[in-house]
């Protein structure tokens, strides 16, 4: 079998695991999980370490669970926090839970008849009949508050860092030290897997597993991933406009696609072993070809390409580059009106626009009134006239003279004309019925 640990350390996907860790995965197969929060009803590309940890897993002949966490989803986790989290009402988090089963049902195929094939499973369902007091007696009697109280999630809770902890959190880590006994005793589950914040939690289950099994021999390991942090230090997982979602209905394609495009040389370099699963003489070979021409930007394209593929679609990555050739490339109006009205707005967010009625452009409107007076584009029809005389207005991508009409026939998706001054002037009218 190959050494799963050895694949996640050139790759930065390692950052620590408990003594064994590695060799138990080197000595047999082994069903290890990983827990989603279902703080919000999909997942950003903050989870994306996680997803490809398990599809690793996965690819090595172990057995991947991934454990949506219903019921701690109704605590909050404190790791990195400094205030509690808002609770969730069941209404709410039974629609967060249903989401993050679809996303991660597109990574993992749950209804595979393989030996190793993934299951996914949801702490609510073994924890909503567990009594206050059995919870106490079977699973708080194991774990000292001492014990409990050196974690630096509560460390820091408990020394400043916001308005101190309430009892609810502070049994999370206990909750969810009991998933891992719950997921050892009915699946044989011996390793938990998560990001470096998990530590804490993650040994919890690790110590609950040994005090609760009456087989002395029970086995419980523990390996996490490093956060991953951008070249400046900041946070990964958000651009300007917020979550990089893994969803198109909250992040369009074409944003998801230029996001990785656009990410600096050294997160480049550092994104394509931890996002992708192209292999080490692949990747240092795209690594040389980037260095001797930067501004191709060899990598990020190639990032770009593979995980937009992995989590969208092939047909997805071509729309998506499709679009960025409307911007950055010799596209032409069959290019864009092959675009659908959303991925259009994506494309040109932040242009001016203007809005004109169907009715001004049925039998034609002289392209000169168009860029002055109905769309303001221009300032005056004599600065449209020269900027047409100088051949710099295009419609649609295509250059256009002072006796051009604009029509119905023009329009993208019914709706949208692209008019364009120069190599970078866009703005965009609106056609209404």
């Not at 006239?385 to 604009?406: C, D, G, M, T």
Request: negative net charge.
């Amino acid at each position: 079998m190959n050494n799963l640990v050895e694949e996640l350390r050139w790759r930065g996907l390692y950052h620590d695991s408990m003594p064994g860790t590695e060799e138990q995965l080197l000595k047999e197969p082994v069903t290890a999980y990983i827990g989603f929060d279902p703080t919000a009803d999909s997942l950003h590309i903050g989870s994306m370490v996680q997803i490809i940890l398990l599809t690793h897993l996965k690819r090595f002949g172990h057995k991947p669970i991934a454990l949506v966490g219903g019921a701690t989803g109704m605590i909050g986790d404190p790791s990195g926090k400094s205030d509690e989290r808002n609770l969730l009402n069941e209404e709410q988090l039974n629609k967060n839970v249903q989401g993050i089963k679809n996303v991660l049902s597109r990574f993992l195929d749950f209804d595979s008849k393989e030996a190793n094939a993934p299951i996914m499973v949801n702490n609510y369902d073994w924890m909503k009949d567990f009594s206050f007091i059995d919870f106490a007696r079977e699973v708080g009697k194991r774990i000292t508050v001492n014990y409990m109280m050196a974690k630096d999630s509560v460390k820091k809770r408990l020394s400043g860092e916001g308005e101190g902890m309430s009892f609810t959190e502070f049994t999370y880590q206990l909750i969810q030290g009991y998933d891992f006994y719950h997921l050892h005793k009915h699946y044989n589950c011996i390793l938990q897997m998560g990001g470096s914040d998990q530590w804490g939690n993650i040994t919890t289950g690790t110590e609950l597993v040994r005090r609760m099994n009456p087989n002395a021999e029970a086995k419980a390991f523990a390996l996490t991933t490093p956060l991953i942090t951008k070249s400046d230090g900041s946070k990964f997982g958000k651009s300007e406009g917020g979550n990089i979602w893994l969803d198109a209905d909250k992040t369009s394609v074409y944003k998801f696609y230029q996001f990785w495009v656009n990410v600096t040389d050294e997160d480049a370099e550092k994104y394509i072993k931890i996002f992708t699963f192209l292999d080490k003489e692949i990747i240092d070979a795209l690594v040389e070809e980037h260095k001797t021409a930067p501004h191709l930007r060899v990598l990020q394209k190639r990032l770009a390409d593979e995980i937009t593929v992995f989590v969208h679609s092939e047909a997805d990555l071509d729309k998506a580059k499709q679009a960025s050739n409307i911007l950055f490339g010799n596209s032409n109006a069959e290019d864009l009106k092959r675009l659908d009205a959303a991925t259009f707005l994506e494309v040109f967010d932040g242009v001016p626009q203007a809005e004109i009625s169907k009715s001004d452009i049925e039998n034609g409107i002289d392209i000169v009134l168009l860029l002055n007076e109905k769309s303001g584009f221009m300032k005056s029809n004599g600065e449209a006239r020269r900027a047409l005389a100088e051949n710099s207005i295009s419609v649609n991508r295509e250059k256009v003279a002072e006796n051009f009409l604009l029509t119905p026939k023009d329009l993208i998706n019914n709706t949208f004309v692209l008019l364009q001054k120069g190599k970078k002037n866009y703005f965009v009218l609106r056609v209404a019925e």
